[in-house]
């Protein structure tokens, strides 16, 4: 079993700059991947930013150049940091850990950019 809690959400204005945190119960280098998910109201949640035990990353095309998943040395914590927010990233930010067998997901952190 893998606990997963995010934090670090809020309001901010456009162009503006967060980072998530999430806090995992399991060091995260064991995990197959560790993700970040959103959901904005009324739409379907959708992969943000991903990185694998091996270090690899990938973003999702609306993201890219502007986010940076990475994991804490220490092993227990992964980040989500965004810069030059939008209005349009606005949403329910999700940690996700994948170690194959089973998918565990955070409760969830609110993002909202707005002015």
């Known amino acids: 079993q893998v606990q997963l809690v995010e934090s670090g959400g809020g309001l901010v204005q456009p162009g503006g700059s967060l980072r998530l945190t999430c806090t995992a119960s399991v060091n995260i280098f064991s995990i197959y991947a560790m993700a970040w998910y959103r959901q904005a109201p009324g739409k379907q949640r959708e992969l943000v930013a991903v990185?694998?035990?091996?270090?690899?990353?990938n973003y999702a095309d609306s993201v890219k150049g502007r986010f940076t998943i990475s994991r804490s040395i220490a092993g227990n914590t992964l980040y989500l940091r965004m810069n030059s927010l939008k209005p349009e990233d606005t949403a329910v930010y999700y940690c996700?850990?994948?170690?194959?067998?089973?998918?565990?997901w955070g409760q969830g952190t609110q993002v909202t950019v707005s002015s």
């Open positions: 996700n850990a994948d170690n194959r067998l089973s998918a565990y």
């Open positions: 990185i694998t035990s091996g270090g690899s990353t």
